[in-house]
């Protein structure tokens, strides 16, 4: 039995309650049994509180000791005082008990979760982490596209629950590969490529965080912000000397850097070797790659590059107007020496038209004409390199007059176009448009309705036609085609459907927005909803116009630059987002200068044309302009210095 002293009563306070309870004076024999006869026993921990301290013995009563309300709120007892019979000291409340950790909890998650102690007493629980900052602050706009995310938290963390799953950084639904730090309760993101241009990005922090005491964080953490756009570096030189060709797109992969091609002429009659160099944001990845079989080789022409998304590039190039090569750039390197020419012809046919593809899973396609014989023969790689088969003729009676152009879609899937003619001789001119499959390889090209004249043109290029493909199988070719009646041309559009295979040709430009003779292609892309075209008309203006394909229908062209336009096509490119770069030429003589528009697609506008920084040429040079997934941008042209590159980034 615990003593009197235990359940906090003091001698005068059991005296007192026997009083009250009618129970007469305990006297030296009173037991504890007859406290429990008489139910005057002290309440047991938790129980009643104490009662008062009665009188005490020359006027002064023991202290009653402390007790513990059902809160654990201390109480203590008073000292009785007073002459011969003082009151008694108050007796703290008593402390309740608890049996599971429901009884303990107050409702409130921000303070940690109660639990019932060992000694079935209530115990405060570990508070949560909370994030007490971010950098980038949330829904900012105009972050620089190579941050890092910096995430503060209100205590230290268990590092292991700071995972790649725990914390991760979103592009719509893609997550953005980087490295995951931790350190003083700080956790830091640092994405592996440059944030895409005008992109918006959201971090996520999921309740797998827990603190060092293993509470997690009460809820999933999220904030979003959006990357500034781009600007116009200074042009550097990517190639020094007089430079004789250079592809006319410059291949970019997803993460800006640019394949910079070249065929030089160091000396007279000299055209070798082939350059090749990466740069990126205007800045070069090593030094110049150079190809060539030997010193005794003097002509290298013709040169051709592709890139794919991932890096995987190609370049090819002609020796002795004989023998075509391919070198391949795969794991960040090219190979050591070059290896055989993967050249088609071995009768002497004398052909520079040919070209160069990288599928998304890094197949490339050479894709080559003759010259004299009406014949493409395609080859390709598997997607780690090696050739598979040999050559395949893909359209036997059509003679490519334009270098083919090629694009694939996510499942490497694709298609190349180009200008043909009926017949080795003389025939009508045509698109021709080949499939391709990453399972068989290039199927037999097959020529698209309305053509583009009625007759041959000894211009290799006259009406070479842009193509671009969806992300439903669908695709849709653009090209020049001669108007009989205004002995001009038309821009025309033909579209293909899986179901329907390809529709005869819309005209897309009338009345100013007609097109004179154009060498190159015009410009067109898919920004992830519709299609959008570029091409420069008789008034000497730039104009776009939209597939909207939804409707199946094309929108009326608009006008995207001054008047003044030097006559060749426009370069357009899109990138990831949908946003949109188109460039141009302005000029009808020297200097000229390189002009640009962006297209905002978050905004759904176009911006002003303004002057590209340093794009000034004095002797004409047609540029050659590629777009990035994550919206960096390139331009390379030619001067008396060498090869011009400026960047957009």
């Given at each position: 039995?615990?003593?009197?002293?235990?359940?906090?009563?003091?001698?005068?306070?059991?005296?007192?309650?026997?009083?009250?309870?009618?129970?007469?004076?305990?006297?030296d024999d009173f037991t504890s049994d007859d406290c429990r006869l008489s139910h005057t026993c002290p309440e047991p921990v938790g129980g009643a509180p104490a009662a008062e301290g009665g009188a005490g013995p020359s006027g002064s009563g023991k202290a009653g000791s402390d007790g513990m309300d059902a809160g654990g709120k201390s109480g203590s007892g008073d000292a009785g005082s007073g002459a011969a019979e003082g009151p008694g000291g108050n007796g703290g409340s008593s402390a309740g008990e608890c049996a599971t950790a429901e009884e303990c909890d107050n409702g409130d998650p921000s303070d940690g979760a109660e639990i019932c102690g060992e000694d079935r007493v209530c115990v405060p629980g570990n508070t949560p982490p909370t994030v007490v900052s971010i950098s980038p602050e949330a829904d900012v706009v105009g972050v620089e596209p190579d941050t890092t995310i910096?995430?503060?938290?209100?205590?230290?963390?268990?590092?292991?629950?700071?995972?790649?799953?725990?914390?991760?950084?979103?592009?719509?639904?893609?997550?953005?590969?980087?490295?995951?730090?931790?350190?003083?309760?700080?956790v830091t993101f640092t994405p592996a490529e440059p944030l895409a241009l005008l992109a918006s990005y959201a971090v996520t922090i999921s309740t797998a965080v827990t603190d060092a005491e293993g509470a997690a964080l009460l809820d999933e953490h999220m904030f979003a912000f959006t990357i500034r756009d781009g600007a116009w570096s200074d042009p550097i030189d990517a190639g020094t000397g007089y430079i004789y060709q250079f592809p006319e797109v410059l291949?970019?992969?997803?993460?800006?850097?640019?394949?910079?091609?070249?065929?030089?002429?160091?000396?007279?009659?000299?055209?070798?070797?082939?350059?090749?160099r990466w740069f990126n944001r205007g800045e070069a990845l090593g030094a110049a790659k150079l190809f060539t079989q030997g010193a005794a080789i003097s002509e290298?022409?013709?040169?051709?590059?592709?890139?794919?998304?991932?890096?995987?590039?190609?370049?090819?190039?002609?020796?002795?107007?004989?023998?075509?090569?391919l070198q391949q750039y795969r794991a960040g390197e090219w190979p050591a020496a070059v290896g055989p020419a993967?050249?088609?012809?071995?009768?002497?046919?004398?052909?520079?038209l040919y070209g160069v593809g990288v599928a998304p899973n890094g197949a490339v396609s050479f894709l080559q004409h003759g010259s004299s014989t009406a014949h493409t023969y395609a080859r390709r790689t598997n997607a780690g390199g090696g050739w598979v088969g040999g050559w395949?003729?893909?359209?036997?009676?059509?003679?490519?007059?334009?270098?083919?152009r090629f694009v694939f879609d996510d499942e490497s899937n694709g298609l190349a176009a180009w200008r043909a003619e009926t017949s080795a001789s003389s025939g009508v001119d045509e698109v021709?448009?080949?499939?391709?499959?990453?399972?068989?390889?290039?199927?037999?090209?097959?020529?698209?309705?309305?053509?583009?004249?009625?007759?041959?043109?000894?211009n290799d290029e006259r009406g070479a036609p842009a193509i671009a493909v969806d992300g439903d199988g669908g695709a849709l070719a653009f090209w020049l085609r001669e108007d009989v009646l205004s002995g001009g041309g038309v821009m025309v559009g033909s579209r293909f459907t899986v179901a329907g295979g390809w529709e005869a040709p819309v005209v897309v430009s009338s009345g100013t927005s007609s097109v004179v003779n154009m060498l190159e292609a015009p410009g067109l892309v898919f920004d992830g909803e519709n299609y959008v075209a570029a091409w420069t008309a008789t008034d000497n203006y730039v104009y776009s116009a939209v597939y909207d394909v939804e409707l199946g229908e094309w929108m009326s062209p608009e006008p995207r630059s001054s008047a003044g336009v030097y006559r060749r096509m426009p370069g357009l490119g899109v990138d990831a987002h949908g946003h949109l770069l188109l460039t141009w030429l302005q000029g009808a003589q020297a200097p000229y200068t390189l002009r640009f528009a962006r297209y905002d697609a978050r905004a759904g506008a176009w911006s002003d044309h303004q002057p590209i920084p340093g794009g000034t040429l004095n002797d004409l040079s047609y540029p050659a302009f590629g777009v990035g997934a994550n919206g960096q941008a390139a331009i390379s042209w030619t001067n008396s210095s060498g090869l011009r590159l400026a960047s957009f980034h």
């Open positions: 039995m615990m003593s009197v002293k235990e359940n906090g009563l003091g001698i005068g306070g059991v005296i007192g309650m026997l009083l009250a309870l009618g129970v007469g004076a305990c006297g910096v995430i503060t938290f209100s205590e230290p963390l268990d590092e292991a629950t700071v995972t790649a799953e725990s914390v991760r950084l979103f592009d719509g639904d893609a997550v953005i590969e980087g490295e995951l730090t931790y350190a003083d309760s700080q291949p970019i992969a997803g993460n800006g850097s640019v394949l910079v091609s070249w065929t030089p002429q160091p000396t007279q009659g000299v055209y070798c070797p082939i350059s090749a290298c022409r013709e040169v051709a590059a592709a890139v794919n998304a991932e890096g995987v590039g190609a370049v090819a190039w002609t020796e002795q107007w004989q023998q075509q090569y993967v050249s088609s012809y071995t009768d002497g046919d004398r052909t520079s395949d003729d893909i359209a036997p009676g059509h003679l490519g007059r334009s270098v083919p021709v448009v080949a499939r391709y499959t990453a399972a068989d390889g290039w199927a037999q090209a097959v020529p698209l309705p309305g053509g583009i004249a009625g007759s041959s043109s000894p």
